[in-house]
């Protein structure tokens, strides 16, 4: 039996890394999805990857006017939402002294009050029973290097689950974060490394992962799909790490 049978869910940010992987998974589990983007060209790559039950609405979570459209479209071609995955990040470096007024206001318009306004617009669409999954990071709780803004922003996140679930207690919608550890996606190219220093990068993570190496995107949408399911019924305003173990030692 198919975990989201007749279910429609959303996944901001569906058109690479992570959200792509979920979105596949949402639709093998028999669920109908909208996924968004800003570039209509990758979006309509990814409804093509994905190849059923999906429809792609281009909009930028940072901009309201999007996202109002984006829930008139969900609203007039389905009437309502199961299941809410707010995944659309972006994460960049500047150590501290290195970081501009715009490295601040792009990464917090887009991590923090685009996922704010996105959980926000999505409400009126949701039912009692409905599901939404905030997509955080290990960096919620550890400190990185050059990271400290992204990391905010993700700290943030994790605050968000835990008030909203009590904003949200009387409708009886649960919402959880997840917090992927290191797990290689398109995302890693904004970083500014040459592909040498990345596969550095990247080797010198999985030495300080317990399991002994990184995560693939398949991995964090598995246990999306765990958090978007009846399978967490009782699973509520936690954080949910899928890091190898990484940020548990
Ligand atoms: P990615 O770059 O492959 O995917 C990000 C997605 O978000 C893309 O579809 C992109 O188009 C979309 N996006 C970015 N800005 C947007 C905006 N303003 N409006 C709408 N869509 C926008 O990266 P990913 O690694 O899959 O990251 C997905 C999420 O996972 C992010 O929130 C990221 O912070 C989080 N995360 C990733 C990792 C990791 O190691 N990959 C670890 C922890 C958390």
């Known amino acids: 039996m198919n975990k989201l049978e007749g279910k429609i869910a959303l996944v901001t ?35 093509e990857a994905i190849g059923k039950n999906v429809t792609g609405v281009q909009s930028d979570v940072s901009n309201l006017a999007d996202l109002s459209r984006l829930f008139a479209t969900i609203k007039q071609e ?7 995955f707010a995944n659309a990040g972006i994460g960049e470096i500047a150590p501290l002294g290195k970081i501009t007024e715009e490295h601040f206001d792009k990464t917090f ?48 996140v994790r605050s968000f689950a835990r008030n909203w679930t009590l904003d949200l207690k009387e409708r009886k919608i649960r919402i959880n974060a997840i ?13 500014g490394l040459s592909d040498e220093q990345l596969q550095e990068f990247v080797d010198s993570q999985a030495s300080t992962i317990p399991l002994g190496r990184v995560g693939t995107p398949d991995e964090i949408a598995k246990a999306v799909v765990f958090l978007a399911c009846d399978d967490s019924s009782f699973v509520n ?13």
């Open 109 to 156: 318009n887009i991590n923090v009050k685009g996922l704010l306004f996105t959980v926000q617009k999505a409400l009126p669409l949701l039912p009692e029973g409905a599901s939404i999954i905030l997509n955080a990071s290990i960096t919620s709780v550890k400190g990185t290097p050059a990271f400290s803004v992204y990391s905010a922003t993700k700290a943030a």
């Open 237 to 249: 305003g936690i954080e949910l790490f899928v890091d190898g173990g990484m940020a548990q030692i």
């Open 78 to 84: 389905q009437g309502h939402l199961d299941v809410v």
């Open 179 to 191: 917090s992927p550890g290191v797990v290689p996606t398109p995302g890693y190219d904004h970083l």
């Open 13 to 47: 940010g569906g058109t690479s890394g992570i959200g792509l992987a979920t979105a596949k998974r949402f639709v093998a589990e028999g669920a109908y999805v909208f996924i968004t983007g800003r570039r209509q060209t990758e979006l309509d790559a990814a409804v």
